[in-house]
């Protein structure tokens, strides 16, 4: 129904920046909030970035300053500026999407597969 496809990880040394980008595609007829989730080995899944289709965002107080959340509505695409990276920031980063989509739940919750972000010197 919904397909995420996330790019931009990669292996980056400390202070360094990158832009992750995730684009979604299919039966959608409106996305509400889309965001970046991370998981570090080990550890839970947790929250980074988010934002609405209003343009509210919200931001993990750990990154509150460095990253920035941004999207293109006609695109669908949501993008993760992230600046003055940490060896702490290293995980799997996931696109996550609110939507509604053709023959789906009023709001449905959608995951892409993750893009692996690497911070080490």
């Known amino acids: 129904q919904v397909q995420l496809v996330e790019s931009g990880g990669s292996l980056v040394q400390p202070g360094g920046s990158l832009r992750l980008s995730c684009a979604a595609s299919?039966?959608?007829?409106?996305?509400?909030?889309m965001g970046w989730y991370r998981q570090a080995p080990g550890r839970q899944r947790e929250l980074v970035a988010a934002?609405?289709?209003?343009?509210?965002?919200n931001y993990a107080d750990s990154v509150k300053g460095r990253f920035t959340i941004s999207r293109d509505n006609a695109k669908n695409t949501v993008y993760l500026q992230m600046n003055s990276l940490k060896p702490e920031d290293t995980a799997a980063y996931y696109c996550?999407?609110?939507?509604?989509?053709?023959?789906?739940?009023?709001?449905?919750?959608?995951w892409g597969k993750g893009t692996l972000v690497t911070v080490s010197s």
């Open positions: 996550n999407t609110v939507a509604l989509v053709a023959g789906g739940p009023s709001r449905g919750d959608y």
């Open positions: 934002i609405t289709s209003g343009g509210s965002t």
């Open positions: 299919g039966s959608i007829i409106s996305i509400y909030r």
